[in-house]
T-cell receptor, first 117, second 115 residues
């Protein structure tokens, strides 16, 4: 079974500081990995996804993530935090086609990012 | 705006009742997914439909059922409601041609409160 662990349920940074949100996965097959963002009272929005092409993936709003197979990690980073980045971030893994979990996303517990002025 | 619509936005009901949540996918998307988000369980996959047929099932209770209609909208039916069913229910849609890598577009959710 696949699983995702997000280290740190809350992360607080100052505006302009580096954002680092950690995600580790467990999968018996090559995974497809996603980062979603959820703003208050809204649905989830895709930030970026890794689908076995380039290991460094660039997303929207200046975010990027690097797939590291040796570390089973897919950490999300942004060089300079903005107040508008305050939200909850979810890492998710999708199983390869086949089986009973076709297309299912398994989410981590989420990390709430707070940005201080 | 993701293009996925969900109705109603809020639903308040009593234990033992039955409710229906509705989802309209983005134009052209064939796959619909239902997820439940609660404080204790986090985001959990419930069920997936593709072009009217059930494709995958997660930890969906027997009291819950879903279907996807010929016009591709989907409904999630929750019956014999319990306090623990209070949660945010999301619908997501994707093109459906490559389920594992397709982007899933999420609707704004239906917040269900069971009293």
């Amino acid at each position: 079974a696949q699983s995702v662990t997000q280290l740190g349920s809350h992360v607080s940074v100052s505006e302009g500081a580096l954002v680092l949100l950690r995600c580790n996965y467990s999968s018996s097959v090559p995974p497809y990995l996603f980062w979603y963002v959820q703003y208050p009272n809204q649905g989830l929005q895709l930030l970026l996804k890794y689908t076995s092409a380039a290991t460094l993936v660039k997303g929207i709003n200046g975010f990027e993530a690097e797939f590291k197979k040796s570390e089973t990690s897919f950490h999300l980073t942004k060089p300079s935090a903005h107040m508008s980045d305050a939200a909850e971030y979810f890492c998710a893994v999708s199983q390869n086609a086949g089986g009973t979990s076709y297309g299912k996303l398994t989410f981590g517990q989420g990390t709430i990012l707070t940005v201080h002025p | 705006d993701s293009g996925v619509t969900q109705t109603p936005k809020h639903l308040i009901t009593a234990t033992g009742q039955r409710v229906t949540l509705r989802c309209s996918p983005r134009s052209g998307d064939l796959s619909v997914y239902w997820y439940q988000q609660s404080l204790d369980q986090g985001l959990q996959f419930l069920i997936q439909y593709y072009n009217g047929e059930e494709r995958a099932k997660g930890n969906i209770l027997e009291r819950f059922s879903a279907q996807q209609f010929p016009d591709l909208h989907s409904e999630l039916n929750l019956s014999s409601l319990e306090l623990g069913d209070s949660a945010l229910y999301f619908c997501a849609s994707s093109a459906g041609h490559a389920p594992s890598t397709d982007t899933q577009y999420f609707g704004p959710g239906t917040r269900l409160t069971v009293l």
